[in-house]
């Protein structure tokens, strides 16, 4: 059981919005920056978003992320069928001294 | 372009020893800190350690402390993970990445490896 909570899953249709949480506490989320990565099927993760709404370059704006007190969300806009992933967040944890991650949220594209 | 290669993936017994590497390109391999990452079969991703650039700090999980160590030859360019006293909890695909933040040691993970598959089964 990770100590960042995320849905296990969330579905939405193409051209939609939707919203993946993350639930932490004040020794993560609360004191530290949170990063998202995305997981395609059968891949490697990649940084979606750093220090909690900053995209590295060549992530489409349709992604955003954004954090207040101890949670943290990450936006997707214009939804399409390729963003179809998994998602995890992270963040450090300043009690355990090490970095952790959400269990992860799986996005279905109706 | 920046490039992370693992290798060293295998299936070996519980109680034996592996050696995972990672072969880095593109990018100034000395002037960042990096991390192995591992994810277990239809699980989520799990921290396992973090090097400084010049390899001087290390920090591993208390699951694989003791038992796992991460060092670096930055003459190579490779990153390495040796793994020792493996169980079968061990089982997982051990992904190498890249530390984004060029001040702090553990932020972000900009840029990861394909990962190589170690499976630990009698």
Redesign the interface.
Known sequence: Q?LLTQPPSVSQTPGQRVTISCSGSSSNIGSN?V?W?Q?LPG?????LI??SDQR?SGVPDRFSGSKSGTSASLAISGLQSEDEADY?C?A?DDSL????????TKLTVL | QVQLVESGGSVVQPGTSLKLSCAVSGFSFSHYAMHW?RQAPGK????VA?ISPDGSNK?H??SVRDRFTISRDNSKNVLYLQMTSLTVEDTAVY?CARE?NTIII??????????TLVTVSS
């Open positions: 990770s920056t990063n990565y997981q891949t490697a993760p990649r940084l750093y220090s590295p995890y992270a450090w001294n090490a970095p952790l991650f959400g269990g992860g | 990452v989520g991703l799990e921290w973090t920090n999980a208390d992904y984004g553990v932020d972000y993970f900009d840029y990861w490896g394909q990962g």
